[in-house]
């Protein structure tokens, strides 16, 4: 058992508590990120005097050969330590001898685990943020590429109004925007350093925490030594904004499913993003849609159980935060694959503008439009709604569309019905006269897609 502490134990830890109470099974994901943080305490140590250059320059050496080790499999991360950072203390001794030993000058286990967590974090917002705007970039070609696709906009699932799938899309794109916007937002709150904090008090030697921030491109170091220990709000944070954009793909998910039903045939999902069937040789399933939709239910979890156990700790580090990790690495690792093979679902996909537009007939979608054309005819609304009812029963009746009745049924409900009103209740009239900011005419989405050009193009 190799441990960083034991002076004052009489005898060996009981095997069972020390596989309990071990953490180099998950935390050995950022050795990185600890090995990094080490260097930067080490540089900091010798330029306030607490080591000299020569023992600064042997441990950074050493650290750079374990780091490397590790990338290429000559060393291998085992059982046989506690954690990664007696991992790396002890095989930086086995190298370098006695001034390996000087290592933790200054530093507990607390402030490096801080450290280390809040590194790793904050690499892995870095790189959710890219998955977010390469699947936006797809979005944003779809909305280009589709401002003239007419389908139906839906409430309750029910056919309501005549949009674009530019439009539809677009909805997306606003939510995903939102999701980046949050994780900048996280980056920036959490973006302070611990390391000097100790095991909760500071220390004596005379550290330049400002140094060691800087060195790992920290805004400044945190101010209150015992919050820097105990803070897992970041984490909390992060799960909550991975968990809304797991709740967007799975919305989205949702509909890609339902548009790829033989009912509504909207979409044909690539085959290289389908699966089969193992008995049925006609099927082709939206199985990545499928995952994506079940895996937001174990996002979710991770959030829950993070949020459950910090709420009865005191101030200020307890064994209990070591929960922290396998479930946030997990949720991490679940979003960014969920939005990389969604983003390639997205990408790949086609859709079947006729048959879109088809649906948007046949589901009286221009309704509203019909009864827009009587009051603007003089008709009172709730007349007009009252006539419109008629005529959507009776083209249910005759198994047919508005835009198919004939003017003479029109005109035998209401006379003020006249031969304009195909014009006024054709998909394009129906969409393109509705270009207020925000809604799906060709105009405003114009103006929509020139500003997400700016936003995407303005994306670090």
Request: charged fraction near 25%.
């Amino acid at each position: 058992m190799a441990q960083l502490w034991g002076g004052r134990f009489t005898k060996e830890t009981d095997q069972l508590v020390y596989n309990f109470n071990a953490s180099i099974s998950f935390d050995q994901k950022f050795y990185k990120q600890d090995i990094r943080g080490s260097i930067a305490h080490v540089t900091m140590l010798a330029s306030v005097g607490v080591l000299t250059e020569e023992e600064r320059d042997q441990i950074i050496d050493g650290l750079k050969g374990i780091s490397k080790d590790i990338q290429t499999g000559a060393v291998e991360i085992t059982s046989e330590y506690e954690d990664i950072h007696s991992f790396v203390e002890a095989n930086l001794i086995d190298r370098i001898g006695d001034v390996g030993k000087k290592l933790h000058t200054g530093r507990s286990r607390n402030d490096q685990v801080a450290l280390d967590m809040k590194l790793y974090t904050r690499d892995e917002i870095v790189d959710i943020k890219y998955l977010l705007k390469e699947l936006m970039e797809t979005l944003h070609r779809i909305m280009k590429e589709h401002i003239d696709t007419f389908m139906p906009g839906f409430t309750h699932l029910q056919k309501a109004q005549p949009v674009t799938l530019a439009h539809h899309v677009g909805a997306y794109m606003e939510m995903f925007k939102r999701d980046y916007s949050r994780l900048t937002d996280i980056y920036d709150r959490m973006n302070y350093c611990p390391l000097g904090a100790g095991a909760l008090a500071g220390t004596t030697y005379p550290l330049d925490r400002e140094q060691t921030a800087s060195l790992l491109n920290f805004y400044g170091p945190t101010l209150n030594s015992m919050d820097s220990v105990s803070d897992r709000d970041y984490v909390i944070e992060l799960l909550s904004a991975l968990s809304t954009i797991m709740m967007h793909l799975s919305r989205f998910s949702e509909e890609v499913i339902i548009w790829n039903s033989n009912e509504y045939k909207f979409v044909s999902i690539d085959d290289g993003f389908s699966t089969g069937s193992s008995i049925m040789p006609q099927k082709k399933n939206p199985d990545i849609a499928e995952l994506v939709r079940g895996k937001t239910g174990r996002v979710y979890g991770a959030l829950t159980s993070i949020l459950t156990t910090m709420k009865g700790i005191p101030l200020a580090y307890n064994k209990d935060m070591q929960e922290d990790k396998e479930l946030t690495f997990d949720a991490i690792d679940t979003v960014k694959g969920c939005i990389s093979l969604f983003n390639g679902m997205m990408n790949t996909m086609t859709f079947n503008k006729p048959q879109m537009e088809k649906s948007t007939k046949h589901g009286f979608t221009n309704a509203t439009d019909a009864a827009d054309y009587l009051v603007n005819h003089g008709v009172p609304f709730r007349d007009a709604h009252g006539i419109v009812g008629q005529l959507v029963l009776l083209c249910l009746d005759k198994h047919i569309s508005l835009d198919e009745l004939p003017l003479d049924e029109y005109q035998k409900i209401s006379p003020a019905f006249e031969e304009d009103i195909y014009d006024a209740i054709s998909m394009k009239t129906c969409v393109e006269k509705r270009n207020t900011i925000g809604a799906p005419g060709r105009d405003a989405m114009k103006k929509v897609i020139a500003i997400n050009d700016t936003y995407l193009a303005n994306l670090k």
